[in-house]
């Protein structure tokens, strides 16, 4: 059988060939398919980090998937409950009343002035405290539009409902101090004197000089740094950042050590109870609470603390503030700044003092006597 025919191909002709093959064999995906391809995981980017930005909606307290409700609440205007505990003297005998305003991943048990008071100075003043759960928190209803001003008039309508008088008194405690400058601010006419103990302080309050805020936002870890810009520039963010696990978020909300002073560390026992309560506190979620918080403390606001005018010129109130000189958390060179422009606020440096300085043995004795006789 004869063979196939001898055929010869020049060079030229093989590599002709052999490209023409290559191109042939190639493929090429349309333009139209590309652009559907590419919009299709655009879109599918876009739905998975919307859902990654949006918080869980909150359990509130008494609906079918909620807590159960078992603090006393009224119901406000708008028709949100505001939980609260009472503590000290019966109102109807006391003769002042103070309503205290918690601080950040806290609820109405953590009301550290009506728990260290000693009964002698309950009793011989005469004070009634009554200590809420701040929206979000606790058994308090969420309030996705709370601001300052809401609740300072939330702290009025309780006054109202509970007959505490036409003035009261007011202390609040680290982002409840933070919450007391719109209380100051909105309804000082229902104050007879107001403690901030240790107030957390917003850097882009537009009256503090800006070599002075950015010195004192730079203490902070770097985490907490990006935390409160995030809240500050892109509060949308805020869920997503401290919910996320590639980078570290906010080291308070963590409760990192590190962050604490000396005093601090030594007055941690004192803080065991709250292992009683610790799931009530965030129990309708964090974003309601401690991310609200963080929007709230460190946005925009709609007021500067520092054009606010003496509220007692007469001298029928005073207001002061309280702060430690080793507060790691709330720099102390802000708090003396806001001292300097207002003078009428009554300041007080606690030397080796840190942000916990309200649970030393004593302290609250000496906050309430000066509050209520008004002494400096």
Partial sequence: MAGPPNRRVSAAAARAYTRKAKQSSSFKLPFGMFTTTLAVLLIGFSAWAYQAIQPP???????????????????????????????????????????????????????????????????????????????????????????????????????????????????????????????????????????????????WWPSFLSNLSTEAYYQQLPQDQWTLRVAHYAPWLTYWWNSQKWFPASSVLSHRREILSRQDTELLPKLLKRQDYAAQIRQQGEYESVHRDMIVAFGTWEFDPMDLKNLFPNGEGSVHLWHGDEDRLVPVTLQRYIAQRLPWIHYHELPGAGHMFPHADGICDTIVKTLLSGDK
């Avoid at 008039?153 to 609040?172: P, R, T």
């Avoid at 209380?183 to 000082?188: C, D, F, H, S």
């Fill in 57 to 203: 909606p909150p359990k509130i307290c008494g609906s079918p998937d909620g807590p159960a409700v078992i603090a006393p609440r009224i119901k406000l205007r708008d028709g949100r409950h505001l939980a609260y505990s009472e503590h000290g003297l019966p109102k109807d005998t006391a003769k002042h009343k103070i309503v205290y305003v918690h601080g950040v991943d806290s609820c109405r048990h953590d009301a550290v002035v009506a728990h260290t008071l000693s009964p002698e100075i309950m009793k011989d003043l005469g004070v009634y405290i009554v200590s809420i759960d701040r929206p979000g928190y606790g058994e308090s209803d969420p309030h996705s539009k709370r601001t300052l001003k809401s609740l300072a008039l939330d702290v009025e309508e309780l006054a109202d409902q509970l007959g505490l008088g036409a003035k009261f008194y007011v202390i609040g405690f680290s982002m409840g101090g933070n919450a007391l400058w719109g209380i100051l601010k909105y309804i000082p006419h229902r104050l007879a004197g107001a403690a901030l103990l240790a107030p957390v302080t917003n850097y």
